[in-house]
Nanobody
Framework: QVQLVESGGGLVQPGGSLRLSCAASGFTFSSYVMSWYRQAPGKERELVADISITGRSANYADSLKGRFTISRDNDKNTVYLQMNSLKPEDTAVYYC?????????????WGQGTQVTVSS
């Protein structure tokens, strides 16, 4: 079955770094656009970054450009999110998403999320 398993979250001090990973299985990873979203307490889920099928193109939330980097390894069926210069407002549950559109058919899968807490 389809699985997206996030890892790498935890507690980090302001200014620190974390690298999230999302391991995918049960579908053709290299055919899906991969994204990271996050949801802070009391807020809506928001897009952090997405990356194209080949990994050559990525988009970021404007507020995160320069601090976060998304990447993927299609041989390992894994997408990563490198987060640097973390701030308390980056505290959220981070979710991995896989999406593919074939004409009118849209397939979207979600991971269970990993908690990132930025605090001193």
């Amino acid at each position: 079955q389809v699985q997206l398993v996030e890892s790498g979250g935890g507690l980090v001090q302001p200014g620190g770094s974390l690298r999230l990973s999302c391991a995918a299985s049960g579908f053709t990873f290299s055919s899906y656009v991969m994204s990271w979203y996050r949801q802070a307490p009391g807020k809506e889920r928001e897009l952090v970054a997405d990356i194209s099928i080949t990994g050559r193109s990525a988009n970021y939330a404007d507020s995160l450009k320069g601090r976060f980097t998304i990447s993927r390894d299609n041989d390992k069926n894994t997408v990563y999110l490198q987060m640097n210069s973390l701030k308390p407002e980056d505290t959220a549950v981070y979710y991995c998403n896989a999406e593919r559109r074939d004409g009118m058919i849209r397939r979207s899968y979600w991971g269970q999320g990993t908690q990132v807490t930025v605090s001193s």
